[in-house]
C-alpha cells in the first residue's frame, strides 16, 4: 500500500476567509495528485488534477481562481479555497497517484477534510 | 468524456451470502477498474483493481470481471460478513488518469 495524509482533517471558517488543505504522500512520490470533493451520501467528484511543477487541470465547472491548486514538490499538493462561502462546505478528499512495481498506476486517499464555512 | 453507471445503489444481504456490484463504463478506452469501499466518514480504501488484458482477478472473498466487449466490470464478494458493511465505488481511467467514479453502491450485511 502507500500513505498519503491530509491536514487539517476539519476546518470551520467564516464566509469570506480562505483556508488551505494539504496532501502529501507520506512513502512514496507522486508527480500527479488529484482534488476531490464528496458532498454526503454521494460520490466523489473530480475538482482538479494537480501536476508537480505545473499549473492544476480543472474539471468543466470548477473555478479555477476559487479553488488554487499549488503542487511544489513531489510529495505535496495544496487546495486553497478562496472567498468561502456556506455552499463550499463539504468533504474535500485529495488522492495521490502511485506507480507500482510494474510500471502500473494506483491511487491512494487522504483521510478528507471536513470544511464547514460559516 | 467517460461515464461510469454503477448499479445498485443500495444492497442488502444475509450474513454468508454473496453480493455483487455492476458498472459500466462508457470510454472504450479506459483500461484500468479500481473498486474502493468508503467507511461513513473515512477515506475510500482500494480494495481490488483489474487492468484491461485480465478478464478476471480474485483476492480471498473478492472478486473482479471484466468484460470488454460490452463495457461492464462487475465486483463479487461471496460470504460476506457485518464488517463488509460500507459504500463500494467503482472507478474507471485510461492510462492511469484520472479516474471517473461510479454513483456508489451501499451494502448492508445483516447478521
Known amino acids: 500500500g502507500a500513505v498519503v495524509s491530509q491536514h487539517p482533517s476539519w476546518v470551520i471558517c467564516k464566509s469570506g476567509t480562505s483556508v488551505k488543505i494539504e496532501c502529501r504522500s507520506l512513502?512514496?512520490?507522486?508527480?500527479?495528485m488529484f482534488w476531490y470533493r464528496q458532498f454526503p451520501k454521494q460520490s466523489l467528484m473530480l475538482m482538479a488534477t494537480?501536476?508537480?511543477?505545473?499549473?492544476?487541470?480543472?474539471e468543466q465547472g470548477v473555478e479555477k481562481d476559487k479553488f488554487l491548486i499549488n503542487h511544489a514538490s513531489l510529495t505535496l499538493s495544496t487546495l486553497t479555497v478562496t472567498s468561502a462561502h456556506p455552499e463550499d462546505s463539504s468533504f474535500y478528499i485529495c488522492?495521490?497517484?502511485?506507480?507500482?512495481?510494474?510500471?502500473?498506476?494506483?491511487?491512494?486517499f487522504g483521510p478528507g477534510t471536513r470544511l464547514t464555512v460559516t | 468524456g467517460e461515464n461510469v453507471e454503477q448499479h445498485p445503489s443500495t444492497l442488502s444481504v444475509q450474513e454468508g451470502d454473496s453480493a455483487v456490484i455492476k458498472c459500466t463504463y462508457s470510454?472504450?478506452?479506459?483500461?484500468?477498474f479500481p473498486w474502493y469501499k468508503q467507511e461513513l466518514g473515512k477515506r475510500p480504501q482500494l480494495i481490488i483493481d483489474?487492468?484491461?488484458?485480465?478478464g478476471e482477478k480474485k483476492d480471498q472473498r473478492i472478486a473482479v470481471t471484466l468484460n470488454k466487449t460490452a463495457k461492464h466490470f462487475s465486483l463479487h464478494i461471496t460470504e460476506t460478513q457485518p464488517e463488509d458493511s460500507a459504500v463500494y465505488f467503482c472507478?474507471?481511467?485510461?492510462?492511469?488518469?484520472?479516474?471517473?467514479f461510479g454513483q456508489g453502491t451501499e451494502l448492508s450485511v445483516k447478521p
Open positions: 488522492s495521490a497517484r502511485k506507480i507500482n512495481r510494474a510500471g502500473g498506476y494506483e491511487q491512494y
Open positions: 512513502d512514496f512520490q507522486a508527480t500527479t
Open positions: 494537480s501536476n508537480e511543477g505545473s499549473k492544476a487541470t480543472y
Open positions: 470510454d472504450s478506452a479506459s483500461n484500468y
Open positions: 483489474i487492468r484491461s488484458n485480465v
Open positions: 472507478a474507471a481511467s485510461i492510462r492511469g488518469g484520472k479516474l471517473i
